[in-house]
Nanobody, 122 residues
Framework: VQLQASGGGLVQAGGSLRLSCAAS????????MGWFRQAPGKEREFVGA????????YYADFVKGRFTISRDNAKNTVYLQMNALKSEDTAVYFC????????????????WGQGTLVTVSS
């Protein structure tokens, strides 16, 4: 599976942005998809994930109520809708894929996109 994240950019605090992650391959619908982020000088951290069917999602506490993950298996794409953005959300955002259940541990994801930069100005 090859992943291509897009949609990053510069947004003011309180604004919204939607990231997309397009996947190649015919087995996209069998993968759990996760979003991670890495701010300058910090470790990569889990943002949220969605099950292969889209029926289940799980989020890190710091994005609950602000971010929403969805997927369209017909388009081989997963989305990260980010609302009420804060300056501390500034980071490079990565999508990742794994077979199996939703997990938070980055090393358990087998495939990664290249990342897209989100900058939130205060």
């Amino acid at each position: 599976v090859q992943l291509q994240a897009s949609g990053g950019g510069l947004v003011q605090a309180g604004g919204s942005l939607r990231l997309s992650c397009a996947a190649s391959g015919r087995t996209f619908s069998s993968y759990c998809m996760g979003w991670f982020r890495q701010a300058p000088g910090k470790e990569r951290e889990f943002v949220g994930a969605i099950s292969w069917s889209g029926d289940s999602t799980y989020y890190a506490d710091f994005v609950k109520g602000r971010f929403t993950i969805s997927r369209d298996n017909a388009k081989n794409t997963v989305y990260l809708q980010m609302n009420a953005l804060k300056s501390e959300d500034t980071a490079v955002y990565f999508c990742a894929a794994r077979r199996g259940t939703i997990v938070e541990v980055s090393t358990l994801y087998n495939y990664w996109g290249q990342g897209t930069l989100v900058t939130v100005s205060s």
